[in-house]
């Protein structure tokens, strides 16, 4: 490694992660860009998966590369997406809604490219997210994007508090307009490239197609009922719902409905109406903290309870376990909220900002 500060640039092929090398080294940090192959399941060599990581990406990543000067690799973590494909399914085998970005973020992204930074000696590692790492108090804090419409810190509450400051986030402080503009000037040539929607390892964004062929027994028939229990039809299997969905039920009750819970012991998708989504009180588990040291008693939040919800304040109690660990919450929220859904994150911000900390919902109630 040189005198300056080494960095290791998490590049997709994407705009994003092209402009985010690009403001480092133009900052004058020795960048490697890396290309982490996930394109692939380890069970199915020979089937590629579309998404941020195909062959046609890791092209664009290496031809930025080459335009920005700067040193590029590939890692293979194909293994290791594995493991989140099948918490993905064991997710919807447990009728909950799983959220495989936050899962790959903290285990690949900020888990084994932070293992191989330190590896080689590498200072930081960054990424395209659209986030920020302030400084409060002498320690480093997760905390919004400045644009709103493109905030990633929720994917984010579940990376390691201690690896904070290994972590550069230079996009955070710009709008998606701006790193367009950035690309344009930089000559980039992904500067007008579409934005990816999908998740890496579903084909043609058809998870369902996907959970079938992981977990053939999950297809299999039972009730739709509403909240008392009459049977209001049947349907093919209950991962193909979520907590929310009003499209697709296959079902006309003459009023809108939607699916209010997901019994999979029973098999059975509850249908009801819009005020049978609304909740007040949740419970998350397996809570991870960013702040030091982790709160021991009520405290007041913004809590977002999905990536697409802009939170809502509310009162939040730790619970400590047999050992004293602070790993569960309760969160009591001001105004009933709509469609709280087991597996998803209830992520707690300080005034709307700093990233206290998040867990994974296990249940509603009112």
């Known amino acids: 490694m040189s005198g300056k500060k080494s960095v290791l640039v998490a590049m997709s092929g994407g705009v994003d992660s092209s402009v985010t090398a690009g403001l480092l ?10 290309f982490m192959c996930l394109g692939q399941s380890a069970k199915d060599p020979n089937k590629p998966h579309p998404g941020c990581c195909s062959p046609e990406d890791a092209r664009d990543a290496r031809d930025v590369a080459a335009c920005l000067g700067i040193k590029f690799s590939v890692l293979n973590f194909q293994h290791d997406l594995e493991a989140i494909i099948d918490y993905f399914v064991d997710e919807y085998r447990n009728a909950r809604t799983p ?3 936050i899962m790959c973020n903290s285990r690949l992204k900020f888990g ?7 590896a080689i000696g590498a200072d930081f590692i960054a990424t395209g997210h659209y986030a920020q790492i302030r400084s409060d108090d002498g320690y480093k804090r997760l905390a919004r994007s400045i644009d709103d419409k493109k905030d990633q810190s929720y994917v984010l509450f579940n990376l390691d508090r201690t690896t904070l400051d290994k972590i550069l986030l230079p996009i955070g402080g710009y709008t998606k307009p701006q790193v367009r503009k950035i690309a344009g000037q930089m000559n980039l040539p ?22 079938a062929e992981r977990a053939p027994e999950l297809c299999r028939p039972g009730k739709v009922v509403d909240a008392k229990g009459k049977t209001l039809g049947e349907h093919n299997g209950i991962f193909h719902y979520t907590i929310g969905q009003r499209r697709g039920l296959g079902i006309a009750l003459g009023e809108p409905a939607y699916v209010v819970a997901l019994d999979a012991a029973a098999n059975t998708v509850v249908l009801g109406k819009i005020e049978e989504l609304m909740h007040k009180r949740l419970l998350a588990a397996a ?21 697409n919800h802009r939170g809502a ?14 790993d569960r919450v309760v969160v009591d929220f001001d105004n009933a909220v709509k469609a709280i859904t087991p597996g998803q994150a209830a992520v707690f911000y300080d005034n709307d900002q700093a990233v206290i900390g998040g867990g994974w919902i296990e249940k509603s109630d009112n």
């Open 25 to 34: 080294k133009r900052a004058g940090y020795d960048c490697t860009g890396v």
């Open 99 to 101: 959220n495989p970005c």
């Open 112 to 118: 084994k490219l932070m293992q191989y930074a330190s």
């Open 190 to 211: 992904v500067r007008d490239k579409a934005e990816s929607q999908e998740i890496c390892f579903v084909a043609d964004d058809d998870y369902a197609l996907l959970v």
């Open 287 to 307: 809570v991870n903290w960013l702040v030091e040291p982790p709160p021991s008693k009520p405290f007041r939040a913004i809590v977002q309870i999905r990536y």
């Open 313 to 326: 304040p509310a009162t939040v109690t730790p619970l400590a376990d047999e050992n004293g660990k602070i």
